[in-house]
Nanobody, 117 residues
Framework: QVQLVESGGGLVQPGGSLRLSCTAS????????MGWYRQAPGKQRELVAA???????TYADSVKGRFTISSDNAKNTVYLQMNSLKPEDTAVYYC???????????WGQGTQVTVSS
């Protein structure tokens, strides 16, 4: 059964850092373009960072220079390193697996990130 499990969220002060992890099971990891999305209360879910099918990366303008997406393919895990966090980064962060060349995608359960002093 397909599962995407996020971890690493929590409460952090402005200017602090967190690293989110997403571990996938039930899929062939290399066949998916992995990414991170977030949704704040009252707002639409938005792309934060993602790998493209060719291995390049995409970042939201609001996080460029602060967030970095990376992966460990041997562990079927994708990470989101978040530095210089701001209160406006507060949201539920979701891991996404997009099947390359298809219409199929999977979502994790989400992990809460709260940036507050």
């Amino acid at each position: 059964q397909v599962q995407l499990v996020e971890s690493g969220g929590g409460l952090v002060q402005p200017g602090g850092s967190l690293r989110l992890s997403c571990t996938a099971s039930g899929i062939i990891f290399s066949r998916y373009a992995m990414g991170w999305y977030r949704q704040a209360p009252g707002k639409q879910r938005e792309l934060v960072a993602a790998f493209n099918s060719g291995g390049s990366t995409t970042y939201a303008d609001s996080v460029k220079g602060r967030f970095t997406i990376s992966s460990d393919n041997a562990k079927n895990t994708v990470y989101l390193q978040m530095n210089s966090l701001k209160p406006e980064d507060t949201a539920v962060y979701y891991c996404n697996a997009d099947r390359i060349g298809s219409r199929y995608e999977f979502w994790g359960q989400g992990t809460q990130v709260t940036v507050s002093s």
